[in-house]
């Protein structure tokens, strides 16, 4: 399998639980993204990691924690989640310092209850 | 700030009717400006870099270009398979890999 592949692709979660994204890519990319999607707004980005290493963290409540193991994996873990979360997420790849040539997964599209 | 502004924010075109799509920004130091098309129900798919003022790329029926203080993504004789959302975004020189998006522009190719 090629590309960037997210799974699952719809979660529907209570405001309780606690679950996680994941988020694999066969491209040989160094970094690594997760980005939010809500309607109307445009894609903001959450993490960034490079080489396995958190390089950037734009501001983003303590309830969502990403977790890179290896440079092909990206996980992001949810809990405490609050309905204004409802949105899709997205993965993305790229190879070092081409961060605005990103390949990106289909999503999860996310429904907190 | 780094700022991208994306009009229209929907176009509904006769196939065949050529049109562009415009992308304003406000960046410290431009590190290059991006542009993706997305489908319903799926991540955005990478299209062109642009780096500097004057420079311009096509693929297929479109071409993207770029000024000092916006870019635009001209389709020409539109198909309806080119209906999909497209989106600009900047990367500066502020910010590790830090990539600013705009709204995105809904593009409706009707046979």
């Known amino acids: 399998e090629t590309g960037v592949t997210q799974t699952p692709r719809h979660l529907v979660m209570g405001m309780t639980n606690k679950k996680s994204l994941k988020c694999e890519q066969h491209l040989g990319h160094n970094a690594m993204y997760w980005y939010k999607q809500s309607a109307k707004k445009p894609l903001e980005l959450m993490f960034v990691y490079s080489l396995e290493e958190r390089v950037e963290n734009n501001s983003v409540p303590s309830r969502f924690s990403p977790e890179c193991p290896n440079s092909s994996h990206l996980f992001l873990h949810l809990h405490t989640l609050q309905p204004e979360d409802s949105a899709l997420y997205l993965c993305?790849?790229?190879?070092?310092?081409?961060?605005?040539?990103?390949?990106f997964g289909q999503g999860t599209r996310l429904t907190v209850v | 700030e780094d700022q991208v502004t994306q009009s229209p924010e929907a176009l509904r075109l006769q196939e065949g009717e050529s049109s562009s799509l415009n992308c304003s920004y406000t960046v410290s130091g431009l590190r290059g400006l991006f542009w993706y098309r997305q489908d319903p129900g799926k991540g955005p798919e990478f299209l062109f870099t642009l780096y500097s003022a004057g420079e311009e790329k096509e693929k297929e029926r479109l071409k993207a270009t770029l000024t000092k203080k916006e870019s635009f993504l001209h389709i020409t004789a539109p198909k309806p398979e080119d209906s999909a959302t497209y989106l600009c975004a900047v990367r500066s020189s502020g910010g590790y890999q830090k990539v600013t998006f705009g709204t995105g522009t809904k593009l409706q190719v009707i046979p």
């Open positions: 993305a790849s790229s190879p070092l310092q081409q961060g605005g040539e990103a390949f």
